[in-house]
């Protein structure tokens, strides 16, 4: 076991070159650095990768982290793979930025949190909503106190996931849940980030048959509450089944309400008796300002903004939340 050897410019590998390991390509970029090492299960996945920006291709992400030409990686397979491959960089002394969830279970997420520990290795979760500007924004609006006593906190991320039944995403063994752990794993990290940690959690998830798909073997709609100890109550929604889609985060304080809305990248804020105004926050990409961080981090000049503890911690809510919904 071997301590991350951290500082400087880290070679970065990037294992699973789907939807978002494309994303941490460009934010890479972004932040001056160009991966120089690619994993995917999916040869074609894997042969198109390496054509449009050159570096070294293996079949498997194991092989990458032991290949002794990356200092860092970027964990962008399905979760069932997460918690070998973060142990594997872990146990190499590599660091990672391991795609949400952390782990596919809560066992897995406490044992990556364990190697962590056990080896002081470098390694950050996905959590790419933190470093949104307007989101950013509406913390230290909450943080100072603009918004008076926060009562409750409301976020729905929903739209329509077409064919998901054919997906992974669908198939609880590799993803672990449905929408609650695919998308509200976001929403449980925004919660917790904005308002505190919560005490009580609560779910219900549905999944129907309809004119958008079939039944699936996970949840397809979910709403979460959860409610901190001061009292502050949430509630988290999210489905794959809404065509039209939403994508907002509301506070309502004493002092005001004030909401995120993602399809116009805007703040609002209402005061009591007041309008509506819109706050002006200059614009910017969460996953390139995400990975800036990580690099800040890994030079020694910030501190990581998701840890494996805040990892660790929606691993575990989102497992009250599914044992919440069954133990009725
Ligand atoms: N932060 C975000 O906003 C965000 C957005 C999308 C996905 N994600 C997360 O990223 C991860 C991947 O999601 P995606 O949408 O990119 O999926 P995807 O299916 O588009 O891509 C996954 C890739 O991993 C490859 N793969 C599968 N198993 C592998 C293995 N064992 N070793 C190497 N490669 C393997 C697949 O061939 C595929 O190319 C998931 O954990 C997901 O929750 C995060």
Known sequence: MTKSITG???RVGVIGVGAIGRIHIRAWGANGIVPVAFADANPEALAATVAEHGGTSFANGQDLIASGL??????CTPPHFHRPLALAALDAGVGALCEKPLARTLEDASVIAEAVARTGGFLTVGFCHRFQPQIEALKQMVDSGDLGTVMQFRNRFAGHNPDVERTWFAN????GGGVLTDTSVHS?????????EPV??????????TDLGPLLSVEDTATLILQTADGTIGTIESSWRTPVGEWTVTVFGTAGTAVVDYDDETLRVKRPGGD???????????FTREFTNVLAAWRGDEQLRATVADGLAANRILDAAYRSRTDR
Do not use: M
Request: proline residues 9%; hydrophobic residues 40%.
């Open 70 to 75: 990356v200092d860092l990686v970027s964990i």
């Open 200 to 209: 009580r959690i609560q779910a219900l998830t549905s999944t129907r048959e």
């Open 188 to 196: 449980i990290d925004l919660f917790r980030h904005l308002i505190g």
């Open 172 to 175: 609880p063994d590799i993803a």
């Open 8 to 10: 400087g410019t880290p």
């Open 276 to 286: 509506w105004e819109t706050i002006d926050v200059p614009p910017g990409d969460r």
